[in-house]
């Protein structure tokens, strides 16, 4: 009797934990998070390799879950990108992806987008692994950027919120289409 019960105890708690809960190549993220407070869902996870290695898994938060990229740009609402590391990478190699990305995906950025992704870069890191980068949108704010658990900065405007985003789900995504397919949902 009494191990049926820490059995069924045990199992209830295994199967409510996976409701709050994503787990991808080792990296669990919340099902849902609270920004400016609003309830987030994680709409997908995905993970960034590199020549073979695997660098980061990402997890995208946003209002509603929605597998078009097009459709999450062009809501004005509240969004959070988690990359959390599996191995460490360096400021320049950073800064480097987000200066391709908005290149790729935002050819004909404004100045002020691109004087914010000049501050983005300046606001990297050397990360090691376990490390995280989080970017949060809340409309009327900005971006709010935390390296490694330390908050950096906050960057403005929606315009520049889009552009770092279309670097994982623009046109020409810099991690690749499967990695933009899983965060978006579709993989």
């Known amino acids: 009797m009494k191990r049926s019960l820490i059995a069924l105890m045990a199992l209830t708690l295994l199967l409510t934990q996976s409701a709050w809960a994503r787990t991808f190549a080792e990296v669990t993220m919340a099902d849902t998070v609270n920004v400016d407070g609003k ?13 073979g290695f695997s660098v980061y898994v990402a997890g995208l938060y946003v ?20 990359m ?7 400021k320049a190699k950073m800064t480097q992806a987000w200066m391709d990305g908005l290149a790729a995906n935002t050819p004909n950025a404004s100045a002020d987008v ?32 935390w390296v490694a658990g330390n908050v950096k900065g906050q960057l403005p405007g929606k315009e ?5 985003l279309s670097t994982w789900i623009g046109p020409k995504p810099g991690p690749g289409d499967i990695f ?7 993989g």
């Open 39 to 51: 309830t987030l869902q994680l709409n997908g996870m995905a993970l960034r390799s590199k020549m």
């Open 63 to 82: 209002t509603s879950k929605n597998t078009s990229a097009e459709k999450i740009l062009a809501v004005d609402a509240p969004r959070k990108m988690v």
């Open 84 to 90: 959390s590391f599996l191995r460490g990478v360096d």
């Open 114 to 145: 691109k004087k914010n992704f000049a501050t983005l870069c300046e606001m990297m890191a050397d990360v090691k692994s376990k490390d995280e980068i989080v970017l949060q949108y809340v409309p009327g704010q900005g971006t709010r950027v």
């Open 160 to 164: 520049t919120a889009d552009a770092i």
């Open 180 to 186: 933009k397919n899983n965060i978006l949902g579709k």
